[in-house]
């Protein structure tokens, strides 16, 4: 079971990135796929989930109309497209999935990290002129 966040790089503030989190030895259709991101000397916090279905999202403010998730079943993907980016944003960027605390439910959340059971490695997103 892995997951690996990738998609991270240095873009000018306003630019856009789409970050990608790849699933290995399961489903991400199965689990709530959520984003986090830590910036340097900062706590971890939460951005946007995506539950099981794939029919419910949710987005903490900072993320609200400049970030979308989204999940290509296919590809066994989740995805960050991130736009207008802004150089609070600079930070390393991770995916992570909910084994059983949403199991059942059709919404998630990213309130607590302790939600969350399996975690890629984290991609760095670094935004500066």
């Known amino acids: 079971v892995q997951l690996q966040a990738s998609g991270g790089g240095l873009v000018q503030p306003g630019g856009s990135l789409r970050l990608s989190c790849a699933a290995s030895?399961?489903?991400?259709?199965?689990?709530?796929t959520g984003w986090f991101r830590q910036a340097p000397g900062k706590e971890r916090e939460g951005l946007s989930c995506?539950?099981?279905?794939?029919?419910?999202?949710y987005y903490v403010d900072s993320a609200k109309g400049r970030f979308t998730i989204s999940r290509d079943n296919a590809k066994n993907t989740v995805y960050l497209q991130m736009n207008s980016l802004e150089r609070g944003d600079t930070a390393v960027y991770y995916c992570?999935?909910?084994?059983?605390?949403?199991?059942?439910?059709?919404?998630?959340?990213?309130?607590?990290?302790?939600?969350?059971?399996?975690w890629g490695q984290g991609t760095l997103v670094t935004v500066s002129s």
């Open positions: 995506i539950s099981s279905s794939g029919d419910y999202t």
């Open positions: 992570a999935t909910a084994g059983t605390y949403y199991s059942g439910t059709n919404y998630c959340g990213v309130r607590q990290t302790y939600e969350y059971d399996s």
């Open positions: 030895g399961y489903t991400l259709d199965m689990y709530t």
